[in-house]
T-cell receptor, first 115, second 114 residues
Framework: EPEVTQTPSHQVTQMGQEVILRCVPI?????FYWYRQILGQKVEFLVS????????KSEIFDDQFSVERPDGSNFTLKIRSTKLEDSAMYFC?????????????FGPGTRLTVT | GENVEQHPSTLSVQEGDSAVIKCTYS??????FPWYKQELGKGPQLIID?????GEKKDQRIAVTLNKTAKHFSLHITETQPEDSAVYFC?????????????FGKGTHLIIQP
């Protein structure tokens, strides 16, 4: 069964450093998303991406974040200058259907630890 | 924006009994309500969803009900088994049009007692 994959599984970085989290969405999916989950808390929406541009973003997704689809398979989240509070699990998701409501499938996540 | 409340935060049931988790939402424009199961160290896994033109949906031991008037929806798990132990999240679609980001509830830790 096709699934969303993410690399790395765990990333440790120092405060102020840039990190790039990578995702390979399910191959025939058209919408891509990033979510984060701070330890013990709920999953929070960051950004959605369609047709090579941001479709929607939350107030969490400020200027330090950016997303890119550098080739036909990868979808990346860049955090420009990490802060301690960026420590969280970051989940990539993708969905297929071109209607307002659709199923989003999540990857296993990247645990980001900022020290 | 959308706000989703979920109860209870922890639910402990005896194996074989039923479990019910309830969620309310604030945005009457929301029309898609998925449920996710998250096991330790893994990403959320979609287990069932419901759209606003349907009042109930069932898939084997799992069912979801939706009351659009009251703006609440519930997950029902019957004949619970040890492998049902996990954190369950309800969600609602975030805003109108395009690639909606889901708004999640805070999660329910379901514990199945042997």
């Amino acid at each position: 069964e096709p699934e969303v994959t993410q690399t790395p599984s765990h990333q440790v970085t120092q405060m102020g450093q840039e990190v790039i989290l990578r995702c390979v969405p399910i191959s025939n999916h058209l919408y891509f998303y990033w979510y984060r989950q701070i330890l013990g808390q709920k999953v929070e929406f960051l950004v959605s991406f369609y047709n090579n541009e941001i479709s929607e973003k939350s107030e969490i997704f400020d200027d330090q974040f950016s997303v890119e689809r550098p080739d036909g398979s990868n979808f990346t989240l860049k955090i420009r200058s990490t802060k301690l509070e960026d420590s969280a699990m970051y989940f990539c998701a993708s969905s297929e259907v071109l209607v307002r409501s659709y199923e989003q499938y999540f990857g296993p996540g990247t645990r980001l630890t900022v020290t | 924006g959308e706000n989703v409340e979920q109860h209870p935060s922890t639910l402990s049931v005896q194996e074989g009994d039923s479990a019910v988790i309830k969620c309310t939402y604030s945005d009457s424009a929301s029309n898609y309500f998925p449920w996710y199961k998250q096991e330790l160290g893994k990403g959320p896994q979609l287990i069932i969803d419901i759209r606003s033109n349907v009042g109930e949906k069932k898939d084997q031991r799992i069912a979801v009900t939706l009351n659009k008037t009251a703006k609440h929806f519930s997950l029902h798990i019957t004949e619970t088994q040890p492998e049902d132990s996990a954190v369950y999240f309800c969600a609602a679609d975030y805003s109108g049009g395009g690639a909606d980001g889901l708004t999640f509830g805070k999660g329910t830790h379901l514990i199945i007692q042997p």
